[in-house]
């Protein structure tokens, strides 16, 4: 259950990576609800990514909170790595959680 958590965390921030560009008063979508209620279960998030520098990170992990209202307490924490390991994680994580994951459109 923890490695779906994980997942579903991860895909949670994507969705987040996604609609970065978008105004902060976009409506959630149900998609992102559901996933934003196991985000906050599990307390945190980790954003695999080989994108943004750690900067730039730190100012992600406050926008994302306040984005989905998880308050102050909840983790964001930023792991860099090159594309392919990410997508390698990725793929680990889905296969050992067994779980199907539907593609979020914004």
Known sequence: MRQMARAVAFFVAAVFLGSISLASAS?????????????????????LNPLF????????????????????????????????????TARAEMKAASILLTPLSS
């Open 53 to 88: 520098q750690e900067s730039t990170a730190k100012k992600m992990g406050p926008a994302f909170a306040k984005r989905y209202g998880l308050g102050s307490s909840f983790k964001f924490q930023n792991v860099k790595k090159r594309t392919g390991d990410v997508v390698g």
């Open 27 to 47: 409506p959630i979508t149900p998609q992102e609800q559901k996933l934003v209620r196991a985000a906050k279960k599990e307390g945190a998030v980790t954003l």
